[in-house]
């Protein structure tokens, strides 16, 4: 009859051999629960929430939260979270361009549609504008709902499309699609931006859902003086 007693030294031999089971188990098992966790977390739908698309280097996390909480005060009543996300952002040595893998980060982001608002290098827009990436900003101007105290006509830029050889060419007048960020000085204890990134812009990107909170929330950031 085979002898089927659990004795002291059975267990203390099982543990040292067959230890490692029980650590992949318990992995396991983590891994699951993080799983259903973040499928079942309750996230807002879009019509209730602000993301914000913050491209280059930016602060710690703690002062963007601060900039979280200030917003949502100053949204309307259904607005439940806003977010922050952050695309890092690299400059070829010559600076006046972007390294490969920065513009991937950057295309990935509007594959995603992630973002209302977005606060980028102006070398990072100006790639992105002349596609269409942008809304015009200059209706919003023109019946006051975006007040400057400087000129922003130096941001407007030219659409391009492709022409019947497959070469891309400029099309139309220059069209206005970014704010500058310069009179928003009081932003910079929230996000802290590196002076090397140049130029700093706020913009809107097409597909902006939103967008009455998304007007807001650049009204809140031109207020920051």
Not at 117 to 131: D, G, I, L, S
Request: proline share 5%; aromatic share 12%.
């Amino acid at each position: 009859m085979v002898d089927t007693r659990i004795t002291k030294e059975r267990l203390k031999n099982h543990l040292q051999y067959d230890w490692w089971k029980y650590l992949l188990t318990f992995l396991a098992l983590l891994i699951v629960w993080n799983t259903v966790y973040s499928v079942t977390e309750y996230h807002p739908p879009a019509e209730k929430r602000i993301d914000i698309q913050l491209v280059g280097y930016y602060s710690d996390e703690e002062p963007i939260e601060q900039l979280k909480q200030d917003l949502l005060a100053v949204l309307d009543d259904q607005q439940e979270e806003v977010q922050v996300f952050q695309t890092m952002m690299s400059f070829s040595d010559d600076s006046d361009s972007v390294d490969s893998n920065s513009i991937q980060k950057l295309q990935v982001q509007f594959a995603a549609k992630i973002g209302n608002v977005f606060v980028m290098p102006r070398k990072a827009y100006e790639m992105f504008a002349p596609q269409g990436a942008f809304v015009d900003m200059q209706p919003y101007l023109d019946d006051g709902t975006f007040a400057l105290e400087e000129d922003p006509a130096n941001l407007a830029i030219r659409m391009v499309e492709n022409n019947e050889d497959g070469v891309y060419e400029e099309v139309g007048e220059p069209i206005l699609c970014a704010l500058p960020l310069s009179q928003c000085k009081g932003l910079e204890k929230y996000l802290g931006y590196d002076p090397a990134m140049g130029e700093l812009v706020i913009a809107i990107p097409f597909y902006a859902q939103n967008m009455d909170n998304t007007i807001r929330t650049v009204q809140w950031f031109l207020a920051q003086e």
